[in-house]
C-alpha cells in the first residue's frame, strides 16, 4: 500500500466514523470495552507473549 493510498483509507474511515450518530459512536466504545473485558489477564496486560511462552513450555514436554 502506498503512502497516498494509506491517507486516502485514513481519511474514509475518519470521516465515515463522524458521519455516525453520537449514540452509534458511544455504543461501539462501550462493545469494543465490553470485548476487551472477556480477554484473560495475561493477554490484556501483556499480550500475545504469554500464549507463545505457554505454547513453547508444552512443545518441550
Known amino acids: 500500500m502506498k503512502g497516498n493510498d494509506y491517507v486516502k483509507f485514513m481519511t474514509q474511515q ?3 466514523y463522524m458521519d ?3 449514540e ?3 455504543k461501539r466504545r462501550t462493545d469494543i470495552k465490553a470485548q476487551r473485558n472477556h480477554l484473560p489477564i495475561g493477554n490484556r496486560w501483556f499480550g500475545v507473549l504469554p500464549v507463545a511462552i505457554k505454547s513453547i513450555f508444552k512443545r518441550a514436554e
Do not use: A
Open 24 to 26: 452509534e459512536r458511544k
Open 20 to 22: 455516525l450518530p453520537k
Open 14 to 16: 475518519v470521516v465515515s
